[in-house]
Nanobody
Framework: QVQLVESGGGLVQAGGSLRLSCAAS????????MGWYRQAPGKQRELVAS???????NYADSVKGRFTISRDNAGNTVYLRMNTLKPEDTAVYSC??????????????WGQGTLVTVSS
């Protein structure tokens, strides 16, 4: 089993910054794309940013130019640097990874989520 553990959430004032981390642990054979999603109260979960093992990153229009997604060299930890935060960025942020399981192929694994609250 592979687990994803997020950290770095918290309370920040508008205009501030936070960096989220998501580390994969367990019996890791291969991880393909990783990403960050968020869900605000009363809203559907949305993709914030994603990063493949190779190729271009992808961002939601609402965070382009403010957020940056990256991965460590081993490819098992993903980060989300969030700058110029706005109150509308308040949400539970969850990490997602496409993890390879022998005999099953790539399956999606989710972290437990971390709360980001941006005060005005």
């Amino acid at each position: 089993q592979v687990q994803l553990v997020e950290s770095g959430g918290g309370l920040v004032q508008a205009g501030g910054s936070l960096r989220l981390s998501c580390a994969a642990s367990g019996n890791i054979f291969s991880i393909n794309a990783m990403g960050w999603y968020r869900q605000a109260p009363g809203k559907q979960r949305e993709l914030v940013a994603s990063i493949p093992t190779a190729g271009s990153t992808n961002y939601a229009d609402s965070v382009k130019g403010r957020f940056t997604i990256s991965r460590d060299n081993a490819g098992n930890t993903v980060y989300l640097r969030m700058n110029t935060l706005k109150p509308e960025d308040t949400a539970v942020y969850s990490c997602n990874a496409e993890v390879y399981y022998s005999g099953l192929g790539y399956l999606e694994v989710w972290g437990q989520g971390t709360l980001v609250t941006v005060s005005s």
